[in-house]
Every structure is written in C-alpha cells, then in structure tokens.
C-alpha cells in the first residue's frame, strides 16, 4: 500500500525561520502529525532581504543564494526525519514552497520568484520533492498567489457558518468560505513585514514580542490616515503583493513630514494591519447574512494578543479565534498547506482556485523533481 505521508516546507516574507511539518493525506483524511522551526541564519537572512529589497543583486549573488537554501532545507529536512525518527522511505513526496526573493503579478511581463534549488533537497534527502507552485498558475493569467485557499477550504468549509481565515504572516491574507458564495481570497496587505522592519531599525530587535512595545504607544490617526491612502487596499481581487511593495522604505517614505514617537508608529502600524484587512471584510466580501460569523486566524500574528485584541474589537459580532481552536496549528498551517500541494500534485489534482488567483484554468500546481 502507497504510504499516505508529506512532508511540507515554508519559508515565508517574514524570513523568519523554516517551517517543516509531517502530514499524513489520503482522499478523506489531513492530519498534522508534527512540526518543527528551524531559525535562518541571520547572515543568510541579511543577504536575502538585500536580494528582496533590491540592495544588491549580482547573478552569482543570486545562483550562489538559490544553492546555499537548497542545501538548508534539506539538511533541516534530513535533521527533522532524524528527530522524528522517521522512516525516510515512507514519505511519500516533500512540497518546499522556497523562498520568494520576487513577486510582480501585475506588470507587462508577470513574474514570480522562489528560490531554494528543489534538485538538491530531492538528491540531499533521497525523497522526491515538488517546487515552484506558482508559476503554472501565473501562466494561466493567475497571481499566482494566495494558494492556501483551496487547502483552507479543504479542511474549514462548513455549511452552517460564514468563516473568514486570516493569515497574519510577513503579508496578510484572507480565504472566504461562506455556502453560496465562489471561494475567494487575497492579500491584504502587510501583516507583520512593517512592524519588524520598524522595531529592527529602532531597537534592533527581530520582532515585537508579544506587542510589548506597540502597546506603549498609541495611534496617531493623521499616520493612519496616510498609509490607508495607499492604492493597494483599494485594488479589487483577485490581487496580492510582497515585500517588494510593503518594506521599511514604503514606511519611510510615508512618514515624511511627521514627527512621531517611534512607539506611536508601531501602534499605527498594528492598527493598519488590521483596518486593512477588516475594511477588506466589510467592504469588499457579501457575505450570508443568516449564517454567524467566524474570524479564524493563522501565522506568527496569532500570537501577538494586541493584533487579537483589535481584530475583536473591530469585528464586535463575529467569533474571532485563532485555527488552533478548531484544532489545526495556526504556526504550521503553510507547511501543512504545502503538503497538501504535494499530495495533489502527485494525485494530478487540480490545486489552484481560479476566482482566488485570477487564472483561467484549474491545474495541478508545481514542479516534480524526482529523487
Ligand atoms: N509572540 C509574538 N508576538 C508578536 N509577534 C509575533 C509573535 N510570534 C511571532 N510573531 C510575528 O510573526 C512573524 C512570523 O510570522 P509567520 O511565520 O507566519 O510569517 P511568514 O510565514 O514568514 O510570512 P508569510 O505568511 O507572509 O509568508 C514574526 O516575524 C513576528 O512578527
Ligand atoms: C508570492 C508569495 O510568496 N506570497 C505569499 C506571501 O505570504 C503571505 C501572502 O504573501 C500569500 O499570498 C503567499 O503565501 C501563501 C502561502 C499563499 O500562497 O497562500
């Protein structure tokens, strides 16, 4: 009998770390088995956000960088089936998102980019691996981007309620499920990329833990005001965006002319952060009226409490939790997402969304490379 296990691999904007989980697939069944973070290298991450942010980019910077991931997620991968002391002939297929150095839907000629060379995880790990989920999509006239949805709808559809998951990672996403209505979801907007950014040029640290430092500062609604103005929230979907747009010099620029507490600009930046995505809700989503409402909320923003606090502030008449509630982990669910990729994409199922991504044709998402 075909083994039913898939590893998942992501490494998101917030360039935070390497998320691998173990899931366990078949026609009826996801279950996430276990999860591990492995923390980047901070020189690596350095060299990654000067390629990201355009800094510096030499062909051999960029070949020498696609290797040197390539190699990191395999030997975290290797690290992991030793941890969990894992039978690495019974994993069926790894599904490795890479690392988006790139992400341009909307120009003439539409690209995304994803780096972290699949070739040597499969060589490295002597599993067969499955890459560059995007770019079919794109193709096909799609954005190739936000993925998740389809798996969200896998295992979050129920037909008695209107559920919104939210993805608060480097960018923010929301997947709508609501009965009757087409499956849709986007890119909000930043999630935590502008916070970090911010507190690692102020006080030199990765990130506001816990919003300690935001909650000392208040909102300034002048700031607000300027960073709501920005054309992106106003884009109709299907639309998603990255670092390219949303980074410290975005910030920067904005705040030309005001003079404000670096504190007040953090708890601004937490404000946008959710009027983003709740203006996105109210106004851009027609939900069914009858049904309640659910708010379920994934990614390293689940775990700041004033990102929560807000959100249930904002949204008075909706259950707003985290995933974890409904028992799938909100820290793994983009590397379980990408397990799920893998196992459709070895089972030819079609994965992308075509009213989520734009695109005009159901297909099954990613490259294989065979062990
Ligand atoms: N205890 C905490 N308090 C506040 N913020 C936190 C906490 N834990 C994690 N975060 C935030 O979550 C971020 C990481 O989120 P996550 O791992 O979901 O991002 P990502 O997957 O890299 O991004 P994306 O989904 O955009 O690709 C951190 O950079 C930090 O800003
Ligand atoms: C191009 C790219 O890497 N996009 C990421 C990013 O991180 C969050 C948001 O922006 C989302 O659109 C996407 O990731 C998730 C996994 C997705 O495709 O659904």
Redesign the pocket.
Known sequence: MQSTLYIGV????????I?IALVDISVDNITFISGECYPLPSSLKANLLQLCQQQQCTLLKLGELDHQLGQLYAHCINKFIQTHHLDRTQINAIGCHGQ?IFHSPNGCYPFTMQIGDANIIAAKTAITTIADFRRKDMAYGGQGAPLVPAFHQAIFSDPNKNRIIL???????ITVLSPNHPLIGFDTGP???L??SWIAKQLAL??????KWAKTGSVNQPLLQHLLNDEYFRLPYPKSTGRERFNLNWLLDKLTGFSLAPQDIQATLIELTVIVTTTAIINQISLNKQLPNELLI????A???L?MARFAAWLPNWSVKTTDELGTSS?YM?AIAFAWLAYCRIHNLSSNIPTVTGATKAISLGVIYPK
Do not use: H, Q, R, W
């Open positions: 992501m490494s998101g904007t917030s360039l935070d770390g998320d988006t993805n608060i990672g480097g960018i923010s996403n999630g935590n990329v916070l970090d990765p990130y506001d833990k816990d919003a994934c990614g390293g923003g775990k700041n409490p990102l820290d983009e």
